[in-house]
């Protein structure tokens, strides 16, 4: 193993709010001594870079330098699959949020690049740096209720975005219900073979003019028999509601969702607790940091980094997939491999 690196130097693609989240995690990491930034709108780029006390490039110059030792690329998904190319290119490790891609067609064409710097590269799929999921994964790896028969996902966002903010969309299963389809791989240690998907517009009619659903109920099947319920929605009234039930036949685990202070009231009024948190920001900072750290540390030394580069390919395939069920209506077999 390369001995390890110590003040890196990274650069980071798109300064949105997701951006703004990402840079904010990798100047709290001990391994980075310099921080660079970038977007497409130049302004919004300097803008962060004043507030964060960070440096400033265009894009095209900051992917075409050999100086950095690590890239994270938060732009929007159109712009992935060329920006982690170039990057992967100059030698540098590479984290891209999800997903990898617009479309599979776009994913497979880019693989043959991508796949000799698979072992530098990483998705963010934050959820498995969450520490209450974290712990259900250890639970179900050392057998706490044997071997998961059953498991569902709850997935549903707050507040539902304009119709107009989703033009540049990939849509509900492409950019949400990718985080569950990995979920579900990653707590299974399973390739999930069959799917069926049901989606709606059930939240706002100006959806289905973008091309968009709103709600869905997807069904999977692991390659031994294991059943997986996902329900996506991107509405509720009472805050982000994320939770996890797995079963198997020594009982079950489940992640539910974080509140305030557990401390219930109950009177004639009935009963009470703290809201849940309201949106994923709330809900899933730590997991952003840990994750950023991570990744960075196996930066500093040399490690192959995960979630890896089969990871996102394997969610945008089961995206595909359940879209693919959606519209016609019919269960779609998944190739294992």
Known sequence: MPSEKSGLGVCLVGCGGMGDLHARSILKCATVKSLTLCDAD?????????????????????????K???????????????????????????????????NLASIDAAMPALQPHQDH??????????????????RIETGAIGPVEQLRIVSRDHLAPPADDLQNSAGLL?????????????????????????????????????????????????SRGQQVVIQNSWRTSY???????????????????????????????????????TDWLVRYRE?????AAAFLDAVASGATVSPGLSDGYRASYLAQKATESHISGQPVMCDAT
């Open 174 to 222: 492409v950019e949400t219900a990718i985080h569950d389809f990995d979920l579900s791989r990653w707590l299974l240690d399973d390739e999930l073979t069959e799917v069926m998907c049901m989606g709606s517009v059930l939240i706002n009619s100006d959806y289905k003019a973008v091309g968009h659903i709103d709600t869905a109920t997807t069904l999977l099947r692991g």
């Open 42 to 66: 130049e302004p919004r780029a300097r803008k962060l870079a004043e507030d964060l006390g960070a440096e400033c490039m265009s894009v095209d110059d900051a992917l075409s330098k050999s």
């Open 287 to 291: 997991a952003y940091f840990i994750q």
């Open 239 to 277: 805050g982000y509601d994320q939770r996890v039930e797995a079963f198997g036949a020594g009982g079950k685990l489940t992640v539910e969702n974080p509140a305030g202070p557990l401390v219930l009231q109950e009177d004639n009024g009935g009963l009470h607790r703290e809201l849940i948190a």
């Open 121 to 138: 590269i990483q998705l963010g799929f934050n959820r498995r740096f969450d520490p209450h999921m974290a712990e259900l994964k250890r």
């Open 68 to 102: 950095f030792d690590a890239y994270f690329i938060v732009s929007p998904p159109f712009a992935h699959l060329e920006q982690i190319k170039r990057a992967a290119e100059t030698g540098a490790y590479v984290f891209c949020e999800k997903p990898l891609g617009e």
